[in-house]
């Protein structure tokens, strides 16, 4: 329970900070973007509304447990409620589907030793939408492969 109220805390901050200063700049801790971003990097993030998210995104989620950046590969809309779903470039399946409120805001640049990644450009976001369509694929095709291996098995 501990854990719990300190990540409300911790998000509680997040938000505050980007809404006060428009943007957030955070270490990122794991590696479930890897190779698009590694452990260790900084991530800048900034407001953005869930109509201007466009697939392949990086987007800032929360849940109960953990803060979450990851590529957004599909919305869902149903009887006025939106959800997020999104994947670790790193990761075999899509998370949890994020609520709007759970969604703190889009990842805009990517730091690191090299200088960094603008993912504002228009090549980037033409980059991340591909990058969005082929991670949601991915998946599926993992979960329809397991699907019919399990169907073949002669036991």
Request: with cysteine.
């Amino acid at each position: 329970m501990e854990a719990k109220k300190g990540l409300e805390i911790v998000s509680g901050i997040v938000r505050e900070e980007i809404v006060r200063r428009g943007e957030i700049r955070l270490r990122v801790g794991s590696n479930s973007m890897y190779p698009f971003i590694n452990r260790g990097e900084w991530i800048v993030v900034t407001p953005c509304s869930i109509e201007n998210l466009q697939i392949g995104d990086i987007v800032l989620c929360e849940d109960d447990h953990n803060l979450y950046v990851h590529r957004l590969v599909y919305r869902i809309s149903r009887g006025g409620k939106r959800k997020l779903i999104t994947k670790g470039d790193n990761g075999r399946y899509p998370d949890t589907p994020f609520s709007e409120y759970q969604f703190l805001g889009k990842v805009v640049r990517v730091e690191n030793r090299d200088g960094g990644m603008d993912l504002q450009t228009a090549q980037a976001r033409m980059g991340n939408k591909i990058a969005g369509i082929v991670s949601l694929l991915e998946g599926l095709m993992f979960r329809t492969a397991r699907y019919v291996r399990k169907c073949l098995c002669v036991r």
